[in-house]
T-cell receptor, first 115, second 115 residues
Framework: EAGVAQSPRYKIIEKRQSVAFWCNPISGHATLYWYQQILGQGPKLLIQFQNNGVVDDSQLPKDRFSAERLKGVDSTLKIQPAKLEDSAVYLC?????????????FGPGTRLTVT | AQSVTQLGSHVSVSEGALVLLRCNYSSSVPPYLFWYVQYPNQGLQLLLKYTSAATLVKGINGFEAEFKKSETSFHLTKPSAHMSDAAEYFCAVRHGSSNTGKLIFGQGTTLQVKP
């Protein structure tokens, strides 16, 4: 079974530029998560999708971050414009369903450096 | 609100020695608790989880953890460290309901294994 795929793996941009990350979850997984992991910290949830609907985006900085999952499969996370403090690893995870008992499977992440 | 605290950002042990990584949680409801491992430039991999069944949980790679409600702890142990155990370890509590389940992570503990 293929795992969660993410691209690109690394990205370097200047502040105020835009960037987009892509995630392909495990086939059949209804729930998709985007986490932000700043160096030296644990991952923090940015947004959770159930199929193509948003379940939780309470910690997404909506003035600059946006995410979509139009067909309930792939997802894109965008930052526009980027700030220095956005430098982090962006992890995508998926699970069969969104409930507490369903295991989340993580992708390898996209490491973003904002200069 | 639910949270986890990992005591010690860095732990160093000799190969063959006992591994003990500490995690304390705060939760107003019976918690679901997890330990994840992250190798360099990789995503998170689930080591083990506590979901209110047996208090001693066995995971992959010889790791285990014991849920102690009286101490609000979920410490991770392994009797004999191997060089391949060197990685970052995250304790997490699952927060949500029947259809949401975001993970709230601790700060992480880097395990160094010396030959």
């Amino acid at each position: 079974e293929a795992g969660v795929a993410q691209s690109p793996r690394y990205k370097i941009i200047e502040k105020r530029q835009s960037v987009a990350f892509w995630c392909n979850p495990i086939s059949g997984h209804a729930t998709l998560y985007w986490y932000q992991q700043i160096l030296g910290q644990g991952p923090k949830l940015l947004i959770q999708f159930q199929n193509n609907g948003v379940v939780d985006d309470s910690q997404l900085p909506k003035d600059r971050f946006s995410a979509e999952r139009l067909k309930g499969v792939d997802s894109t996370l965008k930052i526009q414009p980027a700030k220095l403090e956005d430098s982090a690893v962006y992890l995508c995870a998926s699970s069969l369903e969104g409930g507490l008992t369903y295991e989340q499977y993580f992708g390898p992440g996209t490491r973003l450096t904002v200069t | 609100a639910q949270s986890v605290t990992q005591l010690g950002s860095h732990v160093s042990v000799s190969e063959g020695a006992l591994v003990l990584l500490r995690c304390n949680y705060s939760s107003s409801v019976p918690p679901y608790l997890f330990w994840y491992v992250q190798y360099p430039n990789q995503g998170l991999q689930l080591l083990l989880k506590y979901t209110s069944a047996a208090t001693l949980v066995k995971g992959i790679n010889g790791f285990e953890a014991e849920f102690k409600k009286s101490e609000t702890s979920f410490h991770l142990t392994k009797p004999s460290a191997h060089m391949s155990d060197a990685a970052e370890y995250f304790c997490a509590v699952r927060h949500g309901s029947s259809n949401t389940g975001k993970l709230i992570f601790g700060q992480g503990t880097t395990l160094q294994v010396k030959p």
